[in-house]
């Protein structure tokens, strides 16, 4: 039987539009628009169409986190640094009731002690760090699954 096709919001924090020479030791060489077009080729072989976003500003990134209630199956997050600090992101998630999986290029957890916290966790279905691009990849498989258990 053939796959539904679901869409799904991918949807990138401050900062991230400057991956590539952003502190390439630890977020890589690889920009944003390779990771969004990496994306594109697998979610089209998993039946999935993606909307790539960037946004550098909080309140931005809640207004498209409330549109996405309508017209989107899953929510993949990187926040960056807002992850640690969003109250507003928190909250915004927490109005979808589709599934919410969280990204970050670098192990968080190997980090600084305030890159322990995220407000996202709490409200997400699973959590993929340190994997740098190759995250938003297997998030992606992961969303896949999730729909797949769920139909
Ligand atoms: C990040 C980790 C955050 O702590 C940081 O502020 C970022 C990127 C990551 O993808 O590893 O901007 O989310």
Do not use: W
Not at 11 to 22: D, S
Not at 32 to 49: D, M, P, R, T, V
Not at 76 to 98: E, F, G, P, R, W
Not at 106 to 122: K, M, T
């Amino acid at each position: 039987m053939a796959k539904q096709r679901h869409n799904i919001l991918v949807l990138n924090g401050p900062n991230l539009n400057m991956l590539g020479v952003r502190e390439p030791d630890v977020y890589g060489f690889k920009n944003l628009s390779a990771i969004a077009l990496e994306c594109e080729e697998l979610a089209s072989e998993l039946g999935l169409a993606i909307d790539f976003r960037q946004s550098n500003d909080e309140g931005e990134l809640v207004t498209i986190i409330q549109q996405a209630r309508e017209g989107f199956s899953g929510l993949i997050i990187n926040a960056a640094a807002y992850t640690h600090t969003s109250i507003a992101i928190h909250d915004a998630l927490k109005l979808l009731d589709v599934p919410v999986i969280e990204v970050h290029l670098s192990n968080i957890y190997q980090r600084e002690a305030f890159r322990h916290h995220s407000y996202v966790s709490p409200v997400a279905a699973g959590v993929i760090c340190g994997f740098g691009g190759h995250g938003y990849l297997l998030a992606l498989q992961a969303m896949r699954a999730l729909l797949d258990d769920d139909a």
